[in-house]
């Protein structure tokens, strides 16, 4: 399931989770976090302009709370770019997907809740092709 909305509404029963964002929506994921239960699982990624935005994040125990700290990376391969916002968590978001699903047909039939925070451009393409994605037709997947 991927939710779209800027205040989701996260059912307690969620289990499996991928929570992404920017540092303006810790506060939308610490939430989201305090409702799952104690034996939920998954994958948190906040991007964050510099060490100094990293904040404590409280999480079940499976669930892990990576930080994409954009002045310690590089961006786009071979170009010598500075790291702009929502390309750590987009390159971080397309591989841990590519670890965990094999295809489109895993993705969407999974139990997953995907949820990504932050302004309406932040990881712009990563949320146009998960809602693109979640939403096809069965026939367009």
Same mark, same amino acid.
Request: hydrophobic share 40%; glycine share 8%.
């Given at each position: 399931? #991927?939710? %779209?909305?800027?205040?989701? %509404? ?7 989770? /991928?929570? $992404?964002?920017? $540092?303006? !929506? ?9 409702? =799952?239960?104690?034996? !939920? @699982?998954?994958?948190? /990624? ?23 700290? @954009?002045? @310690?990376?590089?961006? &786009?391969?071979?170009?010598?770019? &500075?790291?702009?916002?929502? #390309? !750590? ?7 841990? =997907?590519?670890?965990? #699903?094999?295809?489109?047909?895993? =993705? ?5 809740? #995907?949820?990504?925070? +932050?302004? *309406? +451009?932040? $990881? ?6 998960? *809602? %693109?994605? /979640?939403?096809? %037709?069965?026939? $367009?997947?």
């Amino acid at each position: 399931m #991927f939710l %779209e909305s800027r205040e989701p %509404e996260l059912q307690p029963s969620a289990i499996r989770v /991928f929570f $992404a964002g920017d $540092a303006s !929506a810790i506060d939308d994921i610490q939430t989201m976090l305090e409702v =799952l239960p104690i034996c !939920a @699982r998954g994958q948190v /990624f906040i991007e964050v302009d510099d060490q100094s935005q990293i904040l404590p994040v409280e999480a079940p125990g499976r669930v892990t709370v990576s930080w994409l700290d @954009r002045s @310690r990376r590089s961006g &786009r391969p071979g170009t010598g770019e &500075r790291c702009t916002p929502g #390309f !750590a968590l987009d390159r971080a978001t397309r591989a841990w =997907l590519g670890e965990f #699903f094999v295809d489109r047909d895993a =993705l969407t039939s999974s139990d997953y809740v #995907f949820w990504i925070g +932050g302004p *309406a +451009g932040f $990881a712009y393409d990563l949320r146009h092709d998960l *809602a %693109e994605i /979640f939403h096809a %037709e069965p026939s $367009a997947v």
